[in-house]
């Protein structure tokens, strides 16, 4: 079975940083690009931060500059460094997973809860 687990996620003040992990099985990790998705109530589940492959990175413009995407492929591991966050930062973080080039092989994480509040 393919699975997907966050981790990281907690209560922290404006300004201050935080590292999501997400833990992969199931899958050959190194053919799949990954991503971070994040969904905040009343809002529409959005593209935080993706990395191919190959290691390429992009970035909603939104976070640009304050979050930083990875992965180690031989930990089957994917992370998300958030600093400088904002209020408007609260939301379940959701790590992603699509084969390279069968995107129909795409699989999601349940999610962990990043709350930014003084």
């Known amino acids: 079975q393919v699975q997907l687990v966050e981790s990281g996620g907690g209560l922290v003040q404006p300004g201050g940083s935080l590292r999501l992990s997400c833990a992969v099985a199931?899958?050959?990790?190194?053919?799949?690009?990954m991503g971070w998705y994040r969904q905040a109530p009343g809002k529409q589940r959005e593209l935080v931060a993706r990395?191919?492959?190959?290691?390429?990175?992009n970035y909603t413009d939104s976070v640009k500059g304050r979050f930083t995407i990875s992965r180690d492929n031989a930990k089957k591991m994917e992370y998300l460094h958030l600093t400088s966050l904002k209020p408007e930062d609260t939301a379940v973080y959701y790590c992603?997973?699509?084969?390279?080039?069968?995107?129909?092989?795409?699989?999601w994480g349940q999610g962990t809860q990043v709350t930014v509040s003084s």
């Open positions: 990395i191919s492959s190959g290691g390429d990175a």
């Open positions: 199931g899958i050959r990790f190194s053919l799949h690009d």
């Open positions: 992603n997973a699509v084969h390279s080039w069968i995107p129909s092989l795409n699989y």
